[in-house]
């Protein structure tokens, strides 16, 4: 079974950073890019970034440029989220999900259940 | 960046009734890369359509997708009571962008 599990969510001062994991099993995971996309508590969804199957092509929205470092680990079949200087728009469920092919320009087919961050002081 | 505009925000509607959906974009989606996800309350979305028209693995066909450039439809033929939900359009084109979502409540 295709499964991913987000990890790393908690409650953190504004300014802070926070890093996001994300576990993946059931298919060969350095076959496919992958994503984050976020939701604010009671709003829609928003694409935060994307990573190539190999980390060589990385894309990120414009609200966390800058500010925001995805990455992976094949060899761990992990994919991780590394936040700067959150803010207290930041604070959203953070939803890891797997791209359909090796670029991160794809639409997505699996979703974690995703790790809540809040930024607050 | 690509801003996509869904209307209506809520349509409220009966079991069995058609269900029309609209995703519209501010400029050109390349090859039709859109796609539309459905949302229930405390779950992940799931993907229902991908290339504007083609339905992923497991969906009914009641779920159809049509439209290009910048003008995208979702219809739900007969609504099923497990259809009510959110759905949002995504374009894939460049960078991603989400639609705001349209809400599906029962009447």
């Known amino acids: 079974e295709v499964q991913l599990v987000e990890s790393g969510g908690g409650l953190v001062q504004p300014g802070r950073s926070l890093r996001l994991s994300c576990a993946a099993s059931?298919?060969?995971?350095?076959?496919?890019?992958m994503h984050w996309v976020r939701q604010a508590p009671g709003k829609g969804l928003e694409w935060v970034s994307g990573?190539?199957?190999?980390?060589?092509?990385?894309g990120y929205a414009d609200s966390v440029k800058g500010r925001f470092t995805i990455s992976r680990d094949n060899a761990k079949n992990s994919l991780y989220l590394q936040m700067n200087s959150l803010r207290a728009e930041d604070t959203a469920l953070y939803y890891c999900?797997?791209?359909?092919?090796?670029?991160?320009?794809?639409?997505?087919?699996?979703w974690g259940k995703g790790t809540t961050v809040t930024v607050s002081s | 960046e690509i801003v996509l505009t869904q209307s209506p925000g809520t349509l409220s509607l009966s079991p069995g009734e058609r269900a029309t959906l609209s995703c519209r974009a501010s400029?050109?989606?390349?090859?039709?890369?859109l796609a539309w996800y459905q949302q229930k309350p405390g779950q992940a979305p799931r993907l229902l359509i991908y290339?504007?028209?083609s339905r992923a693995t497991g969906i009914p066909d009641r779920f159809s997708g049509s439209g290009s450039g910048t003008d995208f439809t979702l219809t739900i033929s007969r609504l099923e009571p497990e259809d009510f939900a959110v759905y949002y359009c995504?374009?894939?084109?460049?960078?991603?962008?989400f639609g705001q979502g349209t809400k599906v409540e029962i009447k």
């Open positions: 059931g298919f060969t995971f350095d076959d496919y890019a």
């Open positions: 290339g504007a028209s």
């Open positions: 995504q374009q894939y084109g460049s960078s991603p962008t």
């Open positions: 990573i190539s199957w190999n980390s060589g092509s990385i």
């Open positions: 999900a797997k791209a359909v092919e090796m670029q991160w320009l794809s639409f997505v087919d699996v």
């Open positions: 400029q050109s989606v390349s090859s039709s890369y």
